[in-house]
């Protein structure tokens, strides 16, 4: 799969998204797109748990495109936003050509305040200098990273009205 700016290769991690240019900070890197589904209509454990992106306490972004192969980093060169409700994939620091694309899934995580059952976790595997070896909810990351990705603006509405309290 290919876009004229970004590749599905081979990576450390099974299959990731690569850059075939360089991008600025800033730049849009590609636009989340599918079906929104509530989480009653996703079965956990099943391809849509695994690629939505949750994009309100109960809702998912599903697709079945590029972003899908995007994988996480705990020093991600990526964050996800919200622009007038389309949620878009912009660089977070200047990406060179061929670099793997990368997010830190925490930002978008907040799993915990409804789902039944044991706590969503991940094991990571992003071999960064500063892997949290454990991809949890945002709510449990560092204060550091948490006031960071604020600053960047890519944490959603929803998780910071939630962790204000």
Known sequence: MKTSCLNVRKSKNGNGVFADKNFEHGEVILYFEGKFLDDEDIEFGSYEDQHGLQIDKRTYLVSYGL???INHSCSPNCGVKEFNGKFILVAIRSIKKFEEI???YSTW???????KGPLWKMKCSCGSK??????LDFKFIPLHLKKKYIKLGMVPKYTLEKNKK
């Open 102 to 104: 990368t997010f830190d």
């Open 130 to 135: 500063n892997c949290r070896d454990i991809i």
């Open 109 to 115: 995580a907040d799993y915990s305040t409804w789902m």
């Open 67 to 69: 972003d899908d192969f």
